[in-house]
């Protein structure tokens, strides 16, 4: 493998862009004292809005 075929998967913006909403996911798991709902789950990973907002 060319370094410059490496070099284009480690610049995968699909690939990062999932790696930064599964941490959001997680951290939000983290701090979280109950389990999350489905509806807050989306609100973290922004398929809905957060309410009043």
């Known amino acids: 493998m060319r370094l410059t075929e490496l070099d284009r998967r ?3 913006d699909v690939a990062l ?3 930064e ?3 959001e996911l997680l951290g939000a798991v ?3 004292e109950r389990q999350l709902t489905a509806a807050e789950i989306d609100i ?3 398929v809905r809005p957060e309410p009043n907002a």
């Open 44 to 46: 973290v990973l922004g």
């Open 30 to 32: 983290a701090t979280a």
């Open 10 to 12: 480690l610049h995968d």
């Open 21 to 23: 909403l599964y941490s």
């Open 17 to 19: 862009g999932e790696i």
